[in-house]
Every structure is written in C-alpha cells, then in structure tokens.
T-cell receptor, first 115, second 110 residues
Framework: NAGVTQTPKFRVLKTGQSMTLLCAQD?????MYWYRQDPGMGLRLIHY???????AKGEVPDGYNVSRLKKQNFLLGLESAAPSQTSVYFC??????????????FGDGTRLSIL | EDKVVQSPLSLVVHEGDTVTLNCSYE??????LLWYKQEKKAPTFLFML????IEKKSGRLSSILDKKELFSILNITATQTGDSAVYLC??????????FGGGTRVLVKP
C-alpha cells in the first residue's frame, strides 16, 4: 500500500500560471483534505471532501478550486498563481470508524514556489 | 472561530531529559484532540484523545486531555535525538475538520 501519494513533489511557477496538484489514496477512505503549511503557522485547511462528487470550503479557500471525481483522487487547482500561494501543500485522507472520524493520514507534501 | 494554541514555540533539550508540550484550544462541538509528529515530510499520527483524564501511552510518549480546562499535554521521557521534530496538536470539531496549532519545535542534542 502506498497510502497517500502527492504529485508533483516540487514545482516552480510564475505569477499568473495555473496548475493542478494531484492527491491519490489507496486506502478506500471517504474523506480527503487539502492543507497548506507556512512557516510557524501549522497546517490550514483549504478544501475538503466527504465523498466522491462532494467538496467543501475550509479555512483558506480563496484562489483554489478542487474536484473529487473519483473516490481515490482529490485534485487541487490554482487558476492564477500568486506569490502568496508559495507554500507546502499537504493532502490527507481518513474514514469514519463508527464511533468517530479516524486519524488523518498525510502525504509527503508538494513544495510550491510562485515567482 | 476555532483556535488551537501550542506552547512553547520551540525548545532545546539534551538526551535523557523529559519534555512537556502544551496545547490549549477553543472549538465549537469538540470531538477529539490529536497529536502528530512532523520530521521532514508528512505529519505522522501519535495519539487521538476523546475522554478527559485517560492517559494514552506509546513507549516513551504519553498524552492526556482535560476537557474542562480545554488543554492537552504531550510528554516525552528519556528523550533521544530521534525525537527531534515539530509536534503538532490538532482538534477535530463537528464536520470532520481539523484545526491545527502552530506546532512546537523540539531539538534534542546528544
């Protein structure tokens, strides 16, 4: 099992360019999440999904869009990249264990720089 | 707005020392509190706490939750250089969302 896989691992963009970050999980988890991590600020939730075909906004959704067309994949899109979106992006997944949500499993992150 | 605050921001100890990390929170519809360890890449899960006063242990690490005073502590005894990492506290509220604190960076010197 690979767990949660993020691609790409690194990317440099110019301001105004667009790109899509891919997250894939092979654990059959219902819930998937996208976070960004900036120095000294912990992780902040961008968007999340509670199942195939559903998405919802998190704490910092502006400038990002997401799609969950297949249960195992969760895509994060930047339509027009800005320097403020320079960050490390983490994807995570989890499932409902009957009595509560189980701990989220994280991917290794994508380091994104916007020049 | 949900809020999680960790202290201290960072600390440096020597091998064999004991470390205590703090996490306080203010959230609506609390479900659980989680601790993660982050070295160079992905945060890795340590503990999930849902009930007050019940200590969870894993080797040299232990954690406890106080739902009345709204805080949790993570203890690491007999620290080793491999314990050097950023420790993240997160609280899950209704809606399956986590709110993270800013983390505590721990450096264990030989």
């Amino acid at each position: 099992n690979a767990g949660v896989t993020q691609t790409p691992k690194f990317r440099v963009l110019k301001t105004g360019q667009s790109m899509t970050l891919l997250c894939a999980q092979d654990m059959n988890h219902e819930y998937m999440y996208w976070y960004r991590q900036d120095p000294g600020m912990g992780l902040r939730l961008i968007h999340y999904s509670v199942g195939e075909g559903t998405t919802a906004k998190g704490e910092v959704p502006d400038g990002y869009n997401v799609s969950r067309l297949k249960k195992q994949n969760f895509l994060l899109g930047l339509e027009s990249a800005a320097p403020s979106q320079t960050s490390v992006y983490f994807c995570a997944s989890s499932y409902w264990g009957g009595e509560g949500n189980q701990p989220q499993h994280f991917g290794d992150g994508t380091r994104l720089s916007i020049l | 707005e949900d809020k999680v605050v960790q202290s201290p921001l960072s600390l440096v100890v020597h091998e064999g020392d004991t470390v205590t990390l703090n996490c306080s929170y203010e959230v609506t519809n609390f479900r659980s509190l989680l601790w993660y360890k982050q070295e160079k890449k992905a945060p890795t899960f340590l503990f999930m706490l849902t009930s007050s006063g019940i200590e969870k242990k894993s080797g040299r690490l232990s954690s406890i939750l106080d739902k009345k005073e709204l805080f949790s502590i993570l203890n690491i005894t007999a620290t080793q250089t491999g314990d050097s990492a950023v420790y993240l506290c997160a609280v899950e509220a209704a809606g399956n969302k986590l709110t993270f604190g800013g983390g505590t960076r721990v450096l264990v010197k030989p």
